[in-house]
């Protein structure tokens, strides 16, 4: 399968990737696989002009261990345009909650690249991401959606599924990206580990939310 894609791209489209980094994590866990990210690069590089691959994630404080920290390097170095913020603790005394949206941050991105692509590829399935879509396709752009409806209940809202030009399944495109159990590669920490207690509270769960 070295030579296949799955995507909804035309050969002469200028292509931009955003990825909300906790969202993708999730739905691949719940579907039971490890995420690939040179195969993810290579498959929406193949047939198509991808212009940006933005990766989006919240990140402790610098002084903070964060287990993601060798993944967000590595993604750098391979590819990938980078946008990370801090990860906001809040709660009282006992386990520590974390909240890293990056909503603000792809909507941002998104609209000011808009003039200069012609497709949008969104990992995500949070609703909220309607109106930028809406907003994207009302300046000439075709959006893509990534997400799943193979889970219960879905991880994308279907809102945001019914505004999208194509919806993408993950589980679909699980045989051109997915991680190699064997496979030794240098992110070897390719799955995106959140810190204790921010699974349940980042935006990570799409219509769940």
């Known amino acids: 399968m070295s030579d296949a894609y799955l995507h909804h791209c035309e050969p002469h489209e200028r292509v ?14 719940a579907l039971g696989f490890d995420i690939d990210y040179r195969k993810l690069l290579k498959n929406f590089s193949t047939n198509c002009r991808l212009l940006r691959a933005y990766y989006y994630t919240a990140l402790l404080d610098e002084q903070e ?30 386990r520590r909650k974390y909240k890293g949206n990056m909503d603000v941050e792809i ?7 808009a003039p200069h692509i ?13 109106r930028l879509v809406e907003a994207l396709q009302r300046r000439g752009v075709r959006v893509t959606v ?52 921010e699974e349940e509270d980042a935006n990570a769960h799409g219509a769940r939310d």
Not at 16 to 29: E, H, K, M, P, S
Not at 69 to 83: A, C, F, Q, S
Not at 107 to 113: G, K, Q, S, T, Y
């Open 16 to 29: 931009a990737l955003f990825i909300d980094g906790a969202n993708l994590y999730q739905v691949a866990r």
């Open 65 to 94: 261990y964060s287990p993601i920290r060798p993944l967000v390097d590595w993604l750098e170095y391979n590819g990938y345009t980078m946008v990370t913020k801090p990860l906001k603790e809040f709660g009282g005394v006992g």
């Open 107 to 113: 909507a941002v991105d998104a609209m000011e690249l």
């Open 118 to 130: 012609q497709h949008a590829v969104l990992v995500s399935g949070d609703g909220d991401f309607r």
């Open 146 to 197: 990534i997400s799943t409806i193979r889970t219960q209940p879905p991880f994308i809202a279907d809102e945001l599924r019914r505004q999208a030009d194509f919806f993408l399944d993950l589980a679909d495109l699980r045989p051109y990206i997915e991680r190699e159990p064997q496979a030794r590669q240098d992110d070897a920490s390719s799955l995106h580990r959140l810190p204790e207690g």
